[in-house]
Nanobody, 117 residues
Framework: QVQLVESGGGLAQAGGSLRLSCAVSGIAAQAVDMAWYRQAAGKQRDLVARISPSGSTSYADSVKGRFTISRDNAKTTGYLQMDSLKPEDTAVYYC???????????WGRGTPVTVSS
């Protein structure tokens, strides 16, 4: 059974930093494509960043240059380093893990991030 456990959300001031973590179990590290999504109140869930099993990354335009996605395959854990935070980054952040072999997708429960001005 695939499980995702997120941590690291919370409160930050504008210009500050937070680091999110997503520990994945039930998928081999070399097969998991990891991503972070976010959903602000009353809005749809949007892709923030993605990292492939080989380490290739992609970002939403709104976070390029401020957020960094990374992974530790030894721990099957993904990270989202968020710097230069803005109030518009306030949202619930969700980890997504896609098994590129079984072609299944799993979600974490979400961790809230609030950025004050």
């Amino acid at each position: 059974q695939v499980q995702l456990v997120e941590s690291g959300g919370g409160l930050a001031q504008a210009g500050g930093s937070l680091r999110l973590s997503c520990a994945v179990s039930g998928i081999a590290a070399q097969a998991v494509d990891m991503a972070w999504y976010r959903q602000a109140a009353g809005k749809q869930r949007d892709l923030v960043a993605r990292i492939s099993p080989s380490g290739s990354t992609s970002y939403a335009d709104s976070v390029k240059g401020r957020f960094t996605i990374s992974r530790d395959n030894a721990k099957t854990t993904g990270y989202l380093q968020m710097d230069s935070l803005k109030p518009e980054d306030t949202a619930v952040y969700y980890c997504n893990a896609r098994d590129t072999i079984a072609l299944t997708s799993s979600w974490g429960r979400g961790t809230p991030v609030t950025v004050s001005s």
